[in-house]
């Protein structure tokens, strides 16, 4: 058993990024308005993530670190999944395979619980104190699977990748608030935006892109078959010399579909070079129904059920405000 959850958490936990996703995931499934994060060495030896989230009492605490225990499955259907997660498997995989400890204190409740993981031996619950929300402190990550380790890059490299992964998330949650301290660098710093979505998302991406981008970009609305698309597209003249940047989300998740990336690129194909990508942001709004996000585990690819016309909706779209805007 211990076994299987080390194999399978390989599959969702790849490196603290990717801890670091699902961790934030949870909070915002949870309702949370502030998403606070601290790593030290990457995240390999700590991971620190606190939410005003709606917690969970001790019932919910030993659920949560079972395996395939979710609580966001109300009908079983898997083709209707409105939250970020629903397989049950982030928490047990990642306790598996680390030192975990949660605190959380559901709203309205006088105190908080705490429940200590390690290696997969799980502890038992007791009265803690603590704000209402959630705090779990990841130590020593893949200590348990040194296999595992080796394939860790740089300390710098495994930062970088956990400033994007919250950027990714921080982009499609404008309305709340998210920072991230890296020991004691603070490298994500985000207020939660208020207002219209459309708005909020304007401040948000200008938060984390920058002036100069949003100086140089498109903005994108269109609509087809039911779906919607919204966000940025940058000029196919503005250059930051970086290599690929495009944030693209579904439903508020971030993806990294080839469908998508296709559809982009050839919609830019007269304007840009096959080797340069433009830097953008996209978010594609449909029916749960509609995009099966039960694809890959670490549900970074999505299956629509209809690809041609979400390709005809991104191409189109991208087009014609690049022929409105002169080119
Ligand atoms: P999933 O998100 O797919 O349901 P996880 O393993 O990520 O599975 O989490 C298991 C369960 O633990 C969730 O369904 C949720 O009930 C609970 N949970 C996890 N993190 C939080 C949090 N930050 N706040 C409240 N509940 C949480
Ligand atoms: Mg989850």
Known sequence: ETIVNRIAAGEVVE??????????????????HRVEV???EGGRSLIAITDDGCGMGPDELMLAIERHATSKLPDEDLFNIATLGFRGEALPSIASVSRMSITSRPAGDENAWALAIEGGKVGSVAPASGPPGTRIEVRDLFYATPA??????????????????????AMAHPEVSFSLHDGNRERIRL?????ELLDARLARLGA??????MDNALPISAERDGATLTGFAGLPTFNRGTASMQFLFVNGRPVKDKQLTGAVRAAYADFLARDRHP?????????PRIVDVNVHPAKAEVRFRDPGSV?????????HALAEAGH
């Open 15 to 32: 490196r603290p990024a990717s801890a670091v996703k699902e961790l934030a995931e949870n909070s915002l499934d949870a309702g949370a």
């Open 38 to 40: 601290a790593i030290r």
């Open 148 to 169: 595992r380790l080796k394939f860790l890059r740089s300390e710098r490299a495994e930062t970088s990748a956990v400033i994007e992964v919250l950027n990714r998330l």
């Open 191 to 195: 207020r939660a935006e208020q207002g």
């Open 208 to 213: 984390i892109m920058g002036r100069e981008f």
């Open 279 to 287: 830097l953008l942001t996209l978010f594609l709004e449909m029916e």
């Open 311 to 319: 390709r005809g909706l991104v191409v189109g779209a991208l087009k």
